[in-house]
């Protein structure tokens, strides 16, 4: 069969800070070969500066957030340093965080704010990996696929790594 591997450069968490778990989601192996690491990533244009704090609720002096943008899902909010906490809602010029997490014990009344993403980027564990193919074919990336299974019998390092010379 073959291997597995990623292209960091097609790789939705990888290159463009976009949540996807559908490779490690369809790996046939138990354990899997396909396992992902947590990391967190400030958005594009995500610092924000915070006008005031109410409960669950941050009001923003910046009123350009598009709304529901960073409704629910892998979306989480930051102050200066503190624990993050996950974004419910938003409105244009705030912020609403999980009820049960609201911030605590905040120093600073005004201060910075990032709003960052949770990505789960993949690795694939070549020893376990059995080249069936399920990751590629499952894989939303449109053209070449971010997750590739390599033939057989092509030529490697000696850590394995495909080599690209011909």
């Not at 291997?3 to 450069?9: K, N």
């Amino acid at each position: 069969m073959g291997t597995a591997f990623v292209d960091r450069s097609r790789c939705l968490p990888w290159a463009m800070d976009k949540p996807c778990i559908v490779c490690e989601e369809n790996c046939p192996l138990s354990p899997k070969a396909i396992f992902t690491r947590e990391e967190f990533s400030t958005v594009r244009d995500g610092i924000f500066t915070a006008k005031e704090f109410r409960g669950d609720t941050i009001e923003t002096v910046e009123n350009n957030l598009k709304p529901t943008k960073f409704a629910g899902g892998d979306y989480y909010c930051a102050v200066e340093g503190s624990v993050r906490r996950k974004i419910e809602a938003n409105s244009e010029n705030s912020l609403t965080i999980s009820a049960d997490e609201q911030f605590r014990n905040l120093a600073a009344k005004s201060g910075k704010i990032e709003v960052q993403v949770r990505l789960q980027r993949p690795y694939v564990d070549i020893e376990r990996c059995i080249g069936c193919g399920i990751c590629e074919h499952e894989c939303p990336v449109s053209g070449r696929k971010a997750i590739r299974v390599s033939a057989e019998g092509e030529t490697r390092t000696a850590n394995r790594r495909l080599l690209l010379e011909r």
